[in-house]
């Protein structure tokens, strides 16, 4: 509760700082840029006037400023992919690049100390659930020039987690979200449905020898599978409306009482099943099946013949949903070069820098047609992590999702370690936790 209180009180801080800071006080360069042509140089040297006509500007249409230079803050892991990119881009526009490394967790909130002083990156990566504080304090430049190219050319999840209140602001980079690993020389090909896992487990299982057939770990964030692949949800209009709790509605109770059906071929209690003890199980040859994120590849290829599937189809035949996370380049509203700025995050997450960024780091691709590529469909790894993204939900970037996880781990836990527990009494208890814990703040 004082890390929700703090994150409010910063976010209020932040806000009333930047509207200090864009007021009228006679310093027009302390305030955040909007517009993304008043900038644009025409043969000449005359600037275009402001377009109001809501139509987009391609890049063909627009140059970057005069003299324009941008800083890019980039994570030390992706470091020599993006000094690539900034040469590349610096050869196409003539605009030189500085990249400054600066951790991915760090970037959001050094956006907000240092974007109103003009310090800051004039383009940073943030990942979803960060840029609604961002755009609440006034920090970020909305996607509106390539808007709908980016919503045409980028997975449709990708685009809702890179927008806020209805506006997209992020150029999407890379995605993540957890898929069925499976070992191959325990089961040569991935099952499509959990009755073709159940069918595995009856002859795979033998407790005794702690041979399993899946395993998963037992917190909220592994949980959604069961709740949005059946018609419920955590909070309504998109995890947005949080005076809307979807956890004990219809689909919820169905998910959580097939859930509960799982048991027989997973005859542990929540506690027993850690992420030390599966990891170590599957490296050992012992669990066919792990469900598991991208994080998790280096510990396994060594050692696992290691495939990668979309999660299992429900009873009904319908997708298994799962929460994803998207990384995006943002535009700093305080950047002296707004034209620029859109120009690079555009570049930078086109589909061949998508794919290289793949090639460099292993970053899982947002691009529709990057993600088609043979390098990425036919990866026996990636490839199924990318067709889950295509079935995932992003993870809710509204702060009040802190009230949910704790009382949601809990009721995922109850359910499964006791099967004599009532699936709508225990959810209709989880959603008046969550309700108290929201009216107290």
């Known amino acids: 509760m004082q890390a929700v209180t703090f994150s409010l009180v910063l976010c209020l801080l932040l806000t009333l700082t930047v509207t200090a800071c864009g007021s009228g006080n006679g310093n027009s360069a302390s305030k955040p840029n909007s517009s993304p042509n008043s900038a644009v140089n025409e043969p000449g040297g005359t600037t275009n006037e402001t377009n109001t006509s809501g139509e987009n500007t391609t890049d063909e249409e627009m140059e970057p400023e005069a003299g324009a230079k941008l800083m890019v803050w ?83 999840t990708a685009v809702q987690a890179s927008s806020y209140d209805g506006i997209l602001y992020g150029y999407p980079k890379s995605v993540e979200t957890y898929a069925l690993f499976y070992n191959k020389d325990l089961i040569p090909d991935a099952p499509k449905t959990w009755d073709d896992v159940i069918a595995f487990a009856d002859t795979y299982n033998n407790p005794k020898e702690n041979k399993f057939a899946i395993m998963w770990e037992f917190v909220g964030y592994y949980s959604y599978p069961f709740i949005g692949s059946f018609g419920g949800y955590i909070y309504g209009d998109n995890n947005t409306n949080f005076k809307d709790i979807g956890l004990n509605n219809e689909g919820t109770i169905k998910g959580f009482t097939f859930l509960q059906s799982l048991k027989k071929i997973l005859p542990l209690n929540a506690g027993d099943i850690t992420y030390d003890v599966k990891t170590q199980l599957f490296q050992e040859g012992k669990l066919a099946m792990n469900i598991d994120g991208p994080w998790s590849i280096t510990a396994f290829k060594e050692n696992v013949n290691l495939g990668v599937a979309p999660l299992p189809k429900g009873p009904d035949g319908q997708d298994s949903l799962s929460f994803s996370g998207v990384k995006s380049y943002y535009v700093n509203s305080y950047t002296e070069y707004p034209v620029a700025g859109r120009l690079f995050a555009h570049f930078a997450s086109n589909k061949e820098n998508q794919l290289k960024n793949f090639e460099m780091t292993g970053a899982i691709p947002a691009s529709i047609e990057a993600g088609e590529a043979p390098e990425i469909k036919d990866d026996p790894i990636i490839g199924g992590f990318f067709e889950q993204f295509q079935n995932s939900v992003p993870m809710p970037s509204v702060s009040e999702i802190k009230s949910v996880w704790e009382p949601l781990k809990a009721a995922f836990v109850s359910l499964w370690n006791d099967s004599n527990l009532d699936v709508k009494q225990t959810l209709d208890q989880t959603v008046t936790t969550i309700q108290a814990d929201l009216e107290s703040k």
């Open 74 to 156: 980039e994570a030390k892991e992706q470091l020599e992919y993006m000094k690539q990119i900034a040469a590349d881009f610096e050869k196409e526009y003539g605009v030189p690049v500085t990249v400054e490394e600066m951790a991915g967790g760090d970037q959001g909130a050094r956006l907000a100390t240092d974007g109103p002083s003009k310090l800051a990156a004039d383009v940073l990566t943030l990942p979803h659930d960060q840029i609604g504080q961002a755009v609440k304090a006034g920090l970020l430049l909305p996607n509106d020039v390539f808007e709908e190219e980016t919503k045409s050319t980028m997975v449709a």
